[in-house]
């Protein structure tokens, strides 16, 4: 089904390619980078706006209201094959399942959009990894082999926006196997086996690169940990350093091989006890940087001036507080858009207590303050 637009594209004289990379290298542009993080599940159930429209997934969102557009590419970097789906149990409210990390989870039945209760670890001990290691992170899996000409036909060396290479999880997506409170007991029970974990997911990543990396003129890349929260890392500072840190380091090199000077991490809470980790080994952008859970993305634009971008960084709590707490934070962010390396855009998916009337304020206020100037 065609999607016709809602609103107009903003009016540029630069290509979505060009405006992307100039903002985030703190260059000239037109005007600013125009997107959005998507929405919760409820917002294509309740606003009448998507469901009007049909508009069910983010892809469709993206191009009914006309965001610019960037691409990615990602490969087979984490466990293959996934565990199967299976419900172990259901009551009145909840359903007991096994997900595909392999974790025993309770869930809601209505799917309303909550973090799972993990009631199971898929690996607790030494033995656990060795049996997981084995059957579903294996090397020279063929599954983890890309199929380079698919690729590039997706994404044509004429392109007119950005594309970047996905570098996996360190240790966020081994935290989703462990669970919060697994995780931290590994560090202390097993540490060689949490540092052999993230060692296997970095060799398969780095396998990965090997395979794209000389095919594509990439324009960034991107990763995801979630390895924060409101009181920052759930694994120790020195952990992050010693064991993840290095890890970063040789994906680095290989990004740095070939061109690829912009690295984002998708990390929400508290992210500034290891932002100096991050930055020391290639991590130089933030995403989607959510500001109750660390800070103002000004504090830290100015605690790393030039040396730090961030993607983000747009309170959804005000977005949800109605137009003068919108328009209030939004004159906040003025001074680091104009400064560049900073794309603004709500902190994480758009939740459904954020009115429909309010979001199109926001979206037109954000073109008025942001757009191309006449």
């Not at 970097?77 to 199967?84: S, V």
């Not at 595909?100 to 009631?119: M, N, S, W």
């Not at 992170?137 to 950005?162: C, G, H, L, S, T």
Request: proline share 6%; net charge negative.
């Amino acid at each position: 089904m065609a999607i016709i637009p809602i609103r107009q594209k903003w009016k540029g004289t630069m290509t979505d390619k060009e405006r992307f990379n100039n903002q985030m290298h703190y260059k000239a542009v037109d005007r600013c980078f125009n997107m959005e993080f998507g929405y919760w599940a409820e917002n294509y159930r309740d606003w009448k706006l998507f469901t009007e429209n049909k508009i069910e997934h983010e892809w469709q969102a993206n191009q009914f209201f006309s965001f610019d557009r960037i691409g990615g590419i990602g490969g087979h970097t984490w466990m293959n094959p996934a565990f199967e789906y299976k419900v172990v149990e259901e009551s009145e409210t909840t359903r007991v399942l096994i997900n595909g990390d392999g974790l025993l989870a309770e869930v809601p039945k209505d799917g309303h959009d909550t973090i799972p209760h993990y009631i199971k670890a898929t690996i607790v001990t030494p033995d656990d990894w060795k049996k997981c290691k084995e059957e579903r992170f294996r090397r020279d899996d063929p599954a983890r082999v890309p199929d380079i000409a698919r690729m590039k036909a997706a994404n044509p060396e004429d392109r007119d926006y950005a594309l970047g290479v996905g570098v996996g999880s360190m240790i966020g997506k081994i935290r989703d196997m462990m669970t919060f409170e697994g995780l931290a007991y590994a560090c202390h029970d097993y540490p060689e086996m949490v540092e052999d974990m993230v060692e296997t997911v970095c060799l398969i990543v780095e396998d990965f690169l090997d395979k794209v990396l000389p095919h594509f003129k990439f324009d960034y890349a991107s990763g995801w940990e979630d390895i924060c929260f409101k009181n920052g890392p759930i694994v120790s500072v020195d952990f992050f350093k010693n064991v993840v840190g290095p890890r970063y380091g040789r994906i680095n090199k290989k990004l740095k091989k070939y061109g690829i000077d912009l690295w984002y991490i998708d990390c929400d809470g508290d992210v500034r006890p290891i932002m100096p980790t991050f930055l020391e080994n290639g991590v130089n952008c933030l995403f989607p940087f959510e500001v109750n859970g660390c800070a103002h993305p000004g504090e830290l634009l100015d605690a790393y001036q030039g040396e730090l971008r961030i993607m983000g960084g747009v309170d959804k709590i005000q977005l949800g507080a109605g137009r003068e707490a919108i328009l209030k934070y939004m004159k906040t962010l003025e001074p680091y858009v104009a400064k560049g390396g900073f794309i603004p855009f709500c902190d994480h998916r758009c939740p459904p207590n954020v009115k429909e009337d309010d979001y199109l304020y926001y979206l037109d206020l954000k073109e008025e303050m942001f757009g191309m100037k006449p």
